[in-house]
């Protein structure tokens, strides 16, 4: 699947043949940032009423790409052809003009607007006029908004409608959306994807950036994959299947791992005290949850996003007030403790959200790994040790393989895979009893992922407890011992090893009750 | 053995590379040039040893308080109200002592206790109350200006005038005592302010740079959100950092008031822009996360000899120097931002608040 | 309650309010405070401030800050009241200064949207400059001597007892006000503080928004340096110093947050009267100008504080119940 797709373009450009003229055709699209290329000759097609999902690891090029297209970026080679004249996007109001419109992958509202003033913003239009077409716009796609409300008291779900609705506004013609899904409720991402059929019905293209494969096959038309600034599959969904796609998103020459696991040791449910407890806790975006960890074990918590599993575990770990309940770890009650003195009492947590709060971007790899051990008097009584420092952070460096040019260097120049490899060695460097990693692979590319999940079953041969808090089912099936899932705040449902199955993690996330052990919901 | 002596070569060599990529390098260098420049111009005015000191002396308040400025600056912050401290504190002692009748070092320590209060509350309001540092220093620096006022009208000494008379000399003739540490000259040479300033800048290289608090400090400008997941106390470490600026500003006001036997309530009330100044020419970030308590060093001293210099060598008046130095500040902000652009934004602000990150 | 909390969340309302209740505390421990052309001469002697104040507000409503201000006020004055020794016309000393504020606002405008300096800093740079620019212009000699029609012209009343300037100014701060929250452009200015990358992205043009706003910023404080030279009648080379702040101050009692996107001119305007009034006020109230920065400080400090915490409670009360609803499934 090489990229052929040039030769097909050079047809279209010219009316007299017979080919289509595309809505949106990318040619030779090369950028580079000093001198990390980021992409190179990229060719890409978009017809109207299409989706194309694009698909690629973090620093794939994908969010460049797109930000070219929108023209915040200027393409050091290569030309963009819409309806098949040349344009020149060199700002984003020319795209705009053009009919592109980009809905980012955080919204970008006003907040301290109304939701009318954040959609009619930058318009020429009388003001009464682009009332009238808004609210009819809204009617057509069956949303209801109470324009006055401020920007800032919307939900992400509801702030990524507004977005959509002020592409739809503009006329736009070619839609991209940025992982849209990403922090969206399952019913909401229902309705946006009827949404999006909608829109394709109206002959707008969109492209789709998800990170999510099965969102592929749901909803989209075509597909590209991108990696390393260069794409590596395209064409029509209908010619690819799973496999595939994974292929195309690896480096050449890896072969995919087998993804059963020899399970070498067992756990001794009956004879060991679990080592964290959780006994009806309560708290901001969560219910009455109670569950178990055992040394050794890898505890899968599934659910969409939005159940309440971040909130639960942020929670414990100091950052909000637990209402109600107990928080044991081995035995000992450590409910409400603060963030420090759950470090201490042997919990650590690789965070969800890895750029804002996780990663310290410009500082050294070294103070990155060692942000959390500063109390320990292994860095030296009253100064600290940088050689103890160094050593600390290199055994990690070494076990995780981590690519460095060297400990100096600053964590936010790192591929999102080694960004997450460091976090990882944070939250390890306590030699805590329990870790929990919230979407420990989210953004990485698949070659990380295997050294993550190398990575959490060494832990588990020694005996720390694991807790994984995973969207993606896939990875719980293949890591956890036992799995639970949250559906609204509360846990649904208990799976033991042999009944955790994509079936019965998707049917309970979505809250359908399953044979297996169910907790009362 | 040799093999031992050539590691240690090889090692010392490397930490100099590597530090001729850095800015203090760049600050040496244009220190080193102002001797230079200012030497070939007027040899014998510029370089005694005694003038140069006394150069430096002049400035010393902006000095030592750039040095805790940096700490503040670190975590993103900002501190435009040290200068309004600078002249509460000299008040205070100059009421302390001479109308309530307290032994001079009493006053002192008083003194200090007060600005550090004064510190913290203006840091609980950024750190705890989620204010901008911006806003809660500049109503910082009317309140304590207003209120050094205040106290110098309790005083029976007229505010205009000063309070003074500290005590001085002793029967040799010598300074001792709280004036010595305005007038005293150590090795009849060196102003003992100078010497101060040195103790001050190795206590705060310490502090910043090799301690698990300015670990923190650093870590906190850096990403506030992640250093509270690494169980760092983000809002203790950031108020501290305007306590330390409180300490450091009536360090100076002590100094100042020794120096010219006077406790004034405007004392300092001009220095906020040259601090600010001194520590961005430092090289420290004012979005956070960078900085250094040498180059915040170097960079005060680089203005002070400048401030020497231009009058001493090319004839330029005293008050025509704002011009040179904010020309200084300008090209050299300047250039950091036009080189920052050329790199993938990592630095850059906009990278905050822009678009989907990948 | 619900009505008040309505009331104060148009933040120019709020700080309406508060300048009235300053007179009617003044008022009440002074009823001699209580004639009409006292409280006019609050507003009339506002002028320089009010400019000052509306110009700043440009920039702080894009989310940036000018601390040049003083020091530009400072050289439009020198300058104008140098050309007011030479007997030369109003017409000329406002193209001057328009001129002045113009360059000062587009290298301001440049250093911080072309090249991406922290305002603060490059402002801060700025400043040094332009203080130095006065002396050099000035010879490091106060201005004087210029008094005649240019210093009188001002303090003529037209109606009511307005002032001849305050009535230009409150002309100016209208038409503004109403550019700024009625025009497609004028909305640019909050749109680019409120969320800059947001702005970049449905088209709006932010460079040029930032400059444009640091160039009004200049042209209303060199403007105001001609107010400030008519109405002392003289000019010394330190003048202005310390202004910058008192502007901002103005700013920040007015509503405008200095993180930008939120705010108007009508705030800024209010500010600037409470601003410069207090010490006028505090003669009424008895107490002696000593009193001045201490209030001005606890006043600030109040205002800000009170406003970040509530702030921070609506925020958090907001993000806890939507994680509430969704815990128990009433969300959607």
């Given at each position: 699947?090489?990229?052929?797709?040039?030769?097909?373009a050079?047809?279209?450009?010219?009316?007299?043949?017979?080919?289509?003229?595309k809505?949106?055709?990318v040619?030779?699209?090369?950028?580079?940032?000093?001198?990390n290329?980021?992409?190179?000759?990229i060719?890409?097609?978009?017809d109207?009423?299409?989706?194309?999902?694009?698909?690629?690891?973090?620093?794939?090029?994908?969010s460049?790409?797109?930000?070219?297209?929108?023209?915040?970026?200027?393409?050091?080679?290569?030309?963009?052809?819409?309806?098949?004249?040349?344009?020149?996007?060199?700002k984003?109001?020319v795209?705009l003009?053009?009919?592109?419109?980009?809905?980012?992958?955080?919204?970008?509202?006003?907040?301290?607007m109304?939701?009318?003033?954040?959609?009619?913003m930058?318009?020429?239009?009388?003001?009464q006029?682009?009332?009238?077409?808004?609210?009819?716009v809204?009617?057509?796609?069956?949303?209801?908004?109470?324009?006055?409300r401020?920007?800032?008291?919307?939900?992400?779900?509801?702030?990524?409608?507004?977005?959509?609705?002020?592409?739809l506004?503009?006329?736009?013609k070619?839609?991209?959306?940025?992982e849209?899904?990403?922090?969206?409720?399952?019913?909401?991402v229902e309705?946006?994807?009827?949404i999006?059929?909608?829109?394709?019905?109206?002959?707008?293209?969109?492209?789709?950036i998800?990170?999510?494969?099965s969102?592929?096959?749901d909803?989209?038309t075509h597909?590209?994959?991108m990696?390393?600034?260069i794409i590596?599959?395209?064409?029509?969904?209908?010619?690819?299947?799973?496999?595939?796609?994974?292929?195309?998103?690896?480096?050449p020459?890896?072969?995919?791992?087998?993804?059963?696991f020899?399970?070498?040791?067992?756990i001794?449910?009956?004879?060991?005290?679990p080592?964290?407890?959780?006994?009806?806790?309560s708290?901001?975006?969560?219910?009455?949850i109670?569950?178990?960890?055992?040394?050794?074990?890898?505890l899968?918590?599934?659910?969409?996003?939005?159940?309440g599993r971040?909130?639960?575990?942020?929670?414990?770990?100091?950052?909000?007030k637990?209402?109600?309940?107990?928080?044991?770890?081995?035995?000992?009650?450590?409910?409400?403790?603060s963030?420090?003195?759950v470090?201490?009492?042997?919990?650590?947590?690789?965070?969800?959200?890895?750029?804002?709060?996780?990663?310290?971007?410009?500082?050294?790899i070294t103070?990155?790994?060692t942000?959390a051990?500063?109390?320990?008097?292994?860095?030296?009584?009253?100064?600290?040790?940088p050689?103890?420092?160094?050593?600390i952070?290199?055994e990690?460096v070494?076990g995780?393989?981590?690519?460095?040019?060297?400990?100096?260097?600053?964590?936010?120049?790192l591929?999102?895979?080694?960004?997450?490899?460091?976090?990882?060695?944070?939250s390890?460097?306590?030699?805590?009893?329990?870790v929990?990693?919230?979407?420990?692979?989210r953004?990485?590319?698949?070659?990380?992922r295997?050294?993550?999940?190398?990575?959490?079953?060494?832990?588990?041969?020694?005996?720390?407890?694991?807790?994984?808090i995973?969207?993606d089912?896939?990875?719980?099936i293949?890591?956890?011992?036992r799995?639970?899932?949250?559906?609204q705040?509360?846990?649904?449902?208990?799976?033991?090893?042999?009944d955790?199955?994509?079936?019965n993690?998707?049917?309970?996330?979505?809250g359908?009750?399953?044979k297996?052990?169910?907790h009362?919901? | 053995?040799?093999?031992?002596n050539?590691?240690?070569?090889?090692?010392?060599v490397?930490?100099?590379?590597?530090?001729t990529k850095?800015w203090e390098?760049?600050l040496?260098?244009?220190?080193?040039?102002?001797?230079?420049i200012?030497?070939a111009?007027?040899?014998?005015?510029?370089?005694?040893?005694?003038s140069i000191?006394?150069?430096?002396?002049n400035?010393?308040?902006?000095?030592?308080?750039?040095?805790?400025?940096?700490?503040?600056?670190?975590?993103?912050?900002?501190?435009?109200?040290?200068?309004?401290?600078?002249?509460?504190?000299?008040?205070?002692i100059?009421?302390?002592?001479?109308?309530?009748?307290?032994?001079?070092w009493?006053?002192?320590?008083?003194?200090?206790?007060?600005?550090?209060?004064?510190?913290?509350?203006?840091?609980?309001?950024?750190?705890?109350?989620?204010?901008q540092?911006?806003?809660?220093?500049?109503?910082?620096s009317?309140?304590?200006?207003?209120?050094?006022?205040?106290?110098?009208?309790?005083?029976?000494?007229?505010?205009y005038?000063?309070?003074?008379g500290?005590?001085a000399?002793?029967?040799l003739?010598?300074f001792?005592?709280?004036?010595?540490?305005?007038?005293?000259?150590v090795?009849?040479?060196?102003?003992?302010?100078?010497i101060?300033?040195?103790?001050?800048?190795?206590?705060?290289?310490?502090?910043?740079h090799?301690?698990?608090?300015g670990r923190?400090?650093?870590?906190?400008?850096v990403?506030?959100?992640?250093?509270?997941?690494?169980?760092i106390?983000?809002?203790w470490?950031?108020?501290?950092?305007?306590?330390?600026?409180?300490?450091?500003?009536?360090i100076?006001?002590?100094?100042?008031?020794?120096?010219?036997?006077?406790?004034?309530?405007?004392?300092?009330?001009?220095?906020?822009?040259?601090?600010?100044t001194?520590?961005?020419?430092?090289?420290?970030?004012s979005?956070?996360?960078?900085?250094?308590?040498?180059?915040?060093?170097?960079?005060?001293?680089?203005?002070?000899?400048?401030?020497?210099?231009?009058?001493?060598?090319?004839?330029i008046?005293?008050?025509?120097l704002?011009?040179?130095?904010?020309?200084?500040?300008v090209?050299?902000?300047?250039?950091?931002?036009?080189?920052?652009?050329?790199?993938k934004?990592?630095?850059r602000?906009?990278?905050?608040?822009?678009?989907?990150?990948? | 309650?619900?009505l008040?909390?309505?009331?104060?969340?148009?933040?120019w309302?709020?700080?309406?309010?508060?300048?009235?209740?300053?007179?009617?505390?003044t008022?009440?421990?002074?009823p001699g405070?209580?004639?009409?052309?006292?409280?006019?001469?609050?507003?009339n002697?506002s002028?320089?401030?009010?400019l000052?104040a509306?110009?700043?507000?440009?920039v702080?409503?894009?989310?940036?800050?000018?601390?040049?201000?003083?020091?530009?006020?400072?050289?439009?004055?020198?300058?104008?009241?140098?050309?007011?020794?030479?007997?030369?016309s109003?017409?000329l000393?406002?193209v001057?200064?328009?001129?002045?504020?113009?360059?000062?606002g587009l290298?301001n405008?440049?250093g911080?949207?072309v090249?991406?300096?922290p305002s603060?800093?490059?402002?801060?740079?700025?400043?040094g400059?332009?203080?130095g620019?006065?002396?050099v212009f000035?010879?490091g000699?106060?201005t004087?001597?210029?008094?005649?029609?240019?210093?009188?012209f001002?303090s003529q009343t037209?109606?009511?007892?307005i002032?001849i300037?305050?009535t230009?100014?409150l002309?100016?701060?209208?038409?503004?006000?109403?550019?700024?929250?009625?025009?497609?452009?004028?909305?640019?200015?909050?749109?680019?503080?409120?969320?800059?990358?947001?702005?970049?992205?449905?088209g709006?043009p932010?460079?040029a928004?930032k400059?444009?706003a640091?160039?009004l910023?200049g042209i209303?404080?060199?403007?105001?340096?001609?107010?400030?030279?008519?109405?002392?009648?003289?000019?010394?080379i330190?003048?202005?110093?310390?202004?910058?702040?008192?502007?901002?101050?103005?700013?920040v009692?007015?509503?405008?947050?200095?993180?930008?996107?939120?705010?108007n001119?009508?705030g800024?305007?209010?500010?600037a009267?409470?601003m410069?009034?207090?010490?006028?006020?505090?003669?009424?109230?008895?107490?002696?100008?000593?009193?001045?920065?201490?209030?001005?400080g606890?006043?600030?400090?109040?205002?800000?504080?009170?406003?970040?915490?509530?702030?921070?409670?609506?925020?958090?009360?907001?993000?806890r119940?939507?994680?509430?609803?969704?815990a128990?499934?009433?969300?959607r």
């Open positions: 699947m090489a990229n052929n797709v040039s030769e097909v050079n047809t279209t450009t010219s009316t007299a043949s017979g080919e289509s003229i809505l949106l055709s040619r030779g699209i090369t950028k580079s940032f000093g001198t290329a980021v992409l190179k000759q060719d890409l097609d978009l109207g009423g299409e989706v194309l999902a694009l698909i690629g690891g973090n620093g794939a090029g994908k460049t790409l797109m930000k070219i297209i929108m023209g915040i970026y200027q393409p050091d080679d290569g030309k963009i052809y819409v309806n098949g004249c040349l344009t020149h996007l060199n984003a109001s795209a003009s053009a009919g592109i419109y980009m809905v980012p992958q955080e919204p970008m509202l006003f907040p301290n109304t939701i009318e003033e954040n959609i009619t930058g318009f020429q239009e009388h003001k006029q682009l009332r009238m077409r808004l609210k009819s809204m009617q057509e796609i069956g949303w209801k908004f109470d324009l006055n401020k920007a800032s008291t919307l939900s992400i779900a509801e702030q990524t409608l507004v977005e959509i609705i002020r592409g506004l503009r006329n736009a070619i839609l991209i959306l940025d849209p899904t990403s922090a969206l409720t399952f019913d909401e309705s946006f994807f009827r999006v059929k909608e829109l394709r019905q109206k002959g707008i293209g969109i492209i789709y998800t990170h999510r494969l969102e592929v096959f909803i989209a597909v590209s994959i990696r390393d600034g590596t599959l395209h064409g029509p969904v209908s010619d690819f299947n799973h496999e595939m796609l994974v292929q195309g998103l690896l480096p020459g890896s072969v995919q791992k087998n993804k059963l020899e399970q070498t040791t067992s001794d449910y009956e004879n060991t005290q080592v964290f407890e959780l006994q009806n806790v708290g901001h975006g969560f219910n009455n109670s569950l178990k960890v055992f040394p050794g074990e890898i899968g918590v599934a659910g969409v996003v939005g159940a971040t909130e639960l575990v942020s929670t414990i770990f100091g950052r909000d637990i209402l109600h309940g107990r928080v044991l770890l081995n035995g000992k009650d450590i409910t409400g403790y963030t420090k003195k470090l201490q009492a042997g919990i650590n947590y690789v965070p969800e959200d890895r750029h804002n709060h996780g990663l310290f971007k410009i500082s050294s103070a990155n790994t942000s051990l500063l109390e320990d008097r292994r860095l030296g009584k009253l100064f600290l040790k050689k103890v420092e160094q050593a952070t290199q990690f070494d995780f393989r981590i690519k460095i040019a060297g400990q100096d260097q600053l964590a936010g120049s591929s999102g895979g080694n960004q997450q490899k460091v976090v990882i060695g944070r390890l460097s306590t030699k805590p009893k329990i929990i990693l919230d979407e420990p692979t953004g990485i590319d698949a070659a990380a295997r050294d993550v999940y190398g990575i959490i079953r060494g832990l588990r041969e020694q005996g720390v407890a694991i807790l994984i995973s969207s089912m896939e990875e719980i293949e890591l956890a011992d799995a639970v899932t949250v559906s705040g509360s846990i649904n449902a208990e799976f033991w090893k042999k955790i199955t994509q079936d993690l998707t049917a309970s996330s979505f359908l009750h399953v297996g052990e169910a009362a919901q | 053995m040799m093999g031992g050539d590691k240690l070569n090889s090692r010392f490397e930490g100099l590379k590597k530090f850095k390098f760049v040496l260098l244009i220190l080193l040039a102002e001797f230079v200012f030497g111009a007027n040899f014998e005015k510029f370089m005694r040893i005694g000191f006394s150069s430096i002396n400035y010393i308040s902006i000095c030592i308080i750039s040095l805790f400025v940096t700490f503040v600056m670190i975590t993103g912050g900002i501190d435009i109200q040290a200068s309004s401290i600078v002249g509460l504190t000299s008040i205070v100059g009421v302390l002592w001479s109308d309530a009748g307290l032994n001079i009493v006053a002192v320590l008083l003194a200090i206790v007060t600005a550090a209060l004064c510190g913290a509350l203006s840091g609980f309001f950024v750190s705890y109350c989620g204010v540092p911006m806003v809660v220093t500049l109503g910082g009317f309140l304590y200006s207003g209120l050094a006022l205040l106290i110098s009208g309790l005083s029976k000494t007229p505010a005038q000063g309070i003074s500290f005590p000399k002793n029967d003739g010598q001792v005592s709280f004036r010595a540490l305005g007038k005293m000259l090795f009849d040479l060196i102003p003992v302010q100078i101060i300033y040195v103790v001050l800048i190795v206590l705060c290289y310490l502090l910043l090799k301690s698990r608090y923190r400090v650093y870590l906190v400008g990403n506030r959100q992640a250093a509270e997941y690494s169980g106390n983000s809002r470490i950031i108020m501290s950092t305007y306590i330390l600026t409180g300490i450091g500003a009536a100076a006001g002590v100094l100042l008031t020794a120096n010219v036997d006077s406790a004034k309530y405007n004392l300092g009330s001009t220095f906020t822009l040259s601090i600010i001194a520590v961005v020419l430092g090289g420290t970030l979005t956070g996360g960078k900085g250094s308590i040498l180059g915040t060093a170097l960079a005060a001293i680089v203005i002070c000899i400048l401030r020497y210099g231009l009058p001493l060598c090319f004839g008046s005293n008050q025509n704002d011009l040179p130095i904010g020309i200084m500040l090209i050299v902000v300047a250039v950091r931002a036009v080189l920052a652009l050329n790199r934004p990592l630095f602000k906009l990278d905050r608040e822009s678009l989907p990150r990948n | 309650m619900k008040i909390k309505r009331f104060l969340k148009i933040r309302l709020s700080s309406l309010a508060f300048l009235a209740v300053m007179f009617i505390i008022g009440l421990v002074n405070f209580f004639t009409y052309s006292n409280i006019i001469e609050c507003f002697s002028v320089v401030f009010t000052l509306v110009g700043v507000a440009f702080i409503m894009t989310g940036e800050i000018d601390v040049s201000i003083g020091s530009t006020m400072g050289l439009a004055a020198a300058i104008a009241g140098m050309l007011a020794q030479r007997g030369q109003w017409g000393m406002i001057y200064s328009i001129v002045i504020g113009l360059l000062i290298v405008g440049y911080v949207a090249l991406g300096v603060l800093i490059f402002t801060l740079g700025t400043t400059i332009i203080r620019l006065v002396y000035s010879g000699k106060t004087e001597n210029f008094a005649g029609t240019f210093t009188n001002g037209l109606f009511g007892q002032t300037y305050y230009i100014v002309v100016i701060v209208i038409v503004t006000h109403l550019l700024l929250t009625q025009t497609r452009s004028g909305k640019y200015f909050i749109a680019v503080g409120d969320n800059v990358g947001g702005a970049t992205l449905i709006i932010v460079t928004t400059i444009v640091y160039v910023c209303f404080a060199a403007i105001s340096g001609v107010a400030f030279a008519s109405k002392y009648g003289q000019v010394n330190v003048a202005g110093a310390g202004y910058e702040m008192s502007a901002i101050a103005a700013c009692l007015g509503g405008i947050s200095l993180s930008g996107g939120q705010g001119l009508a800024a305007a209010i500010g009267v409470i410069s009034t207090i010490s006028r006020l505090l003669v009424f109230i008895g107490l002696s100008s000593d009193f001045d920065n201490t209030i001005k606890v006043m600030l400090i109040s205002i800000v504080v009170i406003d970040a915490l509530m702030q921070r409670r609506s925020a958090e009360t907001a993000r119940e939507r994680l509430v609803a969704r128990s499934g009433s969300a």
